[in-house]
């Protein structure tokens, strides 16, 4: 009974995104760019929240622990995935598979619903203003993101722990870029069929129930909108809203294209497209779409560039 329990294979290879030989540098290049872009965004934001106390709001609270988790979600596969394009074989150990397995979990997770709690501080906002000071409370916020990590960790706790159960024998070529669930799903000589049911479960509820009430949210932002007198009010309001829906639906979409469908070697090979999106794409436009448009934020960096600039 306890062989059952013990995978025989050590080590995977990674197929990466391509095999054509003359896409390798050319993307290599393309995805470092997204990566140095992403690190740049989401770390300056970190930075410039945290030096300037008048960013110290619930709105800007919120878009840290976006930031923060953009950062860390993206450099779980994005180095591994770019040694992909310049070496022979991506060779990854069991463990760091695991490892890179529940972390993308995680962050994947935690970026849901990160998402959704900054629905709900704009949605309170253009909606109840008089509320926004008791609705937005620091100890609110805290719990929506103690709510968001709590919910990330079960998920990746739970993902994790039915892949370590199940046993690899002798196939070891995943058929993407990083330690995905569904790839790994194909490679095991024992059944799936609890992983699958977790997988359409859990992401049913992480996916399904975020992004509807992400888009409740802004179907009344939206109505409220409408009812702004003032012509140039509406128009930016809508523009700063539609950007953000832009970015939330490429996100939850890609993931929904991913997940909420059957597993076969033909999907897999658009899932890894779609991948693309979620875990490279979405996190270098969030600092642009949620703060590099924003006045306190532009204020923000000239502020600390001027300070760096006369000090030294």
Do not use: W
């Amino acid at each position: 009974m306890a062989a059952e329990n013990v995978s025989f294979v050590t080590e995977f290879i990674l197929v990466g995104i391509t095999n054509d030989p003359d896409f390798q540098l050319p993307l290599f290049f393309l995805f470092l760019a997204m990566y140095i872009i992403t690190v740049l965004g989401n770390l300056g934001l970190i930075i410039l929240i945290g030096l300037n106390s008048y960013l110290h709001t619930p709105m800007y609270f919120l878009l840290f622990n976006l930031s923060f988790t953009d950062l860390c979600y993206s450099s779980v596969f994005t180095p591994k995935m770019l040694v992909n394009f310049i070496s022979e074989k991506n060779i990854i150990s069991y463990q760091g598979c695991m490892a890179q397995l529940y972390f993308f979990c995680f962050f994947g997770i935690s970026e849901c619903y990160v998402l959704t709690s900054m629905a709900y501080d704009r949605y309170v906002a253009i909606c109840n203003p008089l509320l926004y000071n008791i609705a937005t409370s620091p100890k609110v916020c805290s719990y929506l993101m103690f709510g968001s990590y709590l919910m990330a960790f079960s998920g990746a706790m739970a993902h994790t722990g039915c892949m370590l159960r199940l046993t690899f024998c002798d196939a070891n070529t995943i058929n993407h870029y990083f330690c995905d669930i569904l790839p790994l799903l194909q490679l095991s000589c024992t059944s799936t069929y609890v992983n699958e049911l977790v997988v359409f479960v859990l992401c049913g509820i992480n996916i399904i129930v975020p992004s509807l009430t992400i888009l409740i949210s802004y179907g009344f932002i939206l109505c409220s909108i409408f009812h702004i007198s003032s012509t140039e009010g509406r128009f930016k309001a809508f523009s700063t809203c539609s950007s953000h829906i832009m970015a939330v639906s490429l996100f939850f979409g890609s993931f929904a294209f991913m997940y909420l469908q059957p597993s076969s070697a033909g999907y897999m090979n658009e899932g890894k497209i779609s991948s693309v999106f979620y875990s490279n794409v979405v996190p270098m436009m969030n600092p642009l779409v949620y703060s590099l448009r924003n006045k306190d934020v532009k204020f923000a960096l000239r502020k600390t560039l001027s300070r760096r600039s006369f000090q030294s």
